[in-house]
T-cell receptor, first 115, second 113 residues
Framework: DAGVIQSPRHEVTEMGQEVTLRCKPI?????LFWYRQTMMRGLELLIY????????DSGMPEDRFSAKMPNASFSTLKIQPSEPRDSAVYFC?????????????FGPGTRLTVL | AQSVTQLDSQVPVFEEAPVELRCNYS??????LFWYVQYPNQGLQLLLK??????LVESINGFEAEFNKSQTSFHLRKPSVHISDTAEYFC???????????FGKGTSLLVTP
C-alpha cells in the first residue's frame, strides 16, 4: 500500500487566498484525522471523520477552516481566507476504525506558508 | 480530561549512550499509550504502544517503554542510541472510552558522534 497520500507537499500563498489541502487515506481505513503542527502549539487535532462523516470538529480554530470527506478515499481541508498565522504543517492520518487502540498512519504532511 | 506532558523539549546525547525520554499523563480512566517518532520532513510513525498485558513494550529497533500506572508515566528508553535515532518523539494517550489521540509537545532527540 502507498500509505496516506497528501498533496501538495508544500504550498506558499498570500494572505487572503483560498487554500485547499488534499488527503487520500489508506484503502480500507474507515477513520480519517486532520492535524496541524506548529512550534508554538505542537500537534493539534483539528477534525476527524468516521465512515466519511465528521465526528468532532471542535479543534477547528475558526470558521475560515472547513473539511470534507465526499468519499472513503478522499478528504480536503480548506482555509478561506488564509492568514499568516495559519502557516504550519498539516497532517492527515487514517486508521482502521475509531477504536482508541488503533494505530494512526500519518501522511508526509503539507507545509503551508501564508505570506 | 486527559493531558500528556513530555518533560524535556530537547535531549542531546552522544552516540552509543543510553537515553530516556520522559512522558507523564493525567487521566481518570483506563488509557492506551503510544510513542510516535517523526524523522525530519516526514510524518509520524508508530514506534510502540501499550494496550494491556505486560507493562514493558518494545520496538523493533531497540526502544522500550514501561507503563507505570501508579506514577502515570510511560517513559521511553534505549540502552545505546545511534545517529539514525535523531528525530522528534511524541508520546500520545487515548482513553478506552474515547476516540482521539492526545499528543504531548514532543521531545527532540539529537544524537551526535
Amino acid at each position: 500500500d502507498a500509505g496516506v497520500i497528501q498533496s501538495p507537499r508544500h504550498e506558499v500563498t498570500e494572505m487572503g487566498q483560498e487554500v485547499t489541502l488534499r488527503c487520500k487515506p489508506i484503502s480500507g481505513h474507515n477513520s480519517l484525522f486532520w492535524y496541524r503542527q506548529t512550534m508554538m502549539r505542537g500537534l493539534e487535532l483539528l477534525i476527524y471523520f468516521n465512515n466519511n462523516v465528521p465526528i468532532d470538529d471542535s479543534g477547528m480554530p475558526e470558521d475560515r477552516f472547513s473539511a470534507k470527506m465526499p468519499n472513503a478515499s478522499f478528504s480536503t481541508l480548506k482555509i478561506q481566507p488564509s492568514e499568516p498565522r495559519d502557516s504550519a504543517v498539516y497532517f492527515c492520518a487514517s486508521s482502521l476504525s475509531l477504536a482508541a487502540f488503533n494505530e494512526q498512519f500519518f501522511g508526509p504532511g503539507t507545509r503551508l506558508t501564508v505570506l | 480530561a486527559q493531558s500528556v506532558t513530555q518533560l524535556d523539549s530537547q535531549v542531546p546525547v552522544f552516540e552509543e549512550a543510553p537515553v530516556e525520554l520522559r512522558c507523564n499523563y493525567s487521566s481518570s480512566v483506563s488509557v492506551y499509550l503510544f510513542w510516535y517518532v517523526q524523522y525530519p520532513n516526514q510524518g509520524l510513525q508508530l514506534l510502540l504502544k501499550y494496550l494491556s498485558g505486560s507493562t514493558l513494550v518494545e520496538s523493533i529497533n531497540g526502544f522500550e517503554a514501561e507503563f507505570n500506572k501508579s506514577q502515570t508515566s510511560f517513559h521511553l528508553r534505549k540502552p545505546s542510541v545511534h545517529i539514525s535515532d535523531t528525530a522528534e518523539y511524541f508520546c500520545a494517550v487515548s482513553e478506552d472510552s474515547g476516540y482521539a489521540l492526545n499528543f504531548g509537545k514532543g521531545t527532540s532527540l539529537l544524537v551526535t558522534p
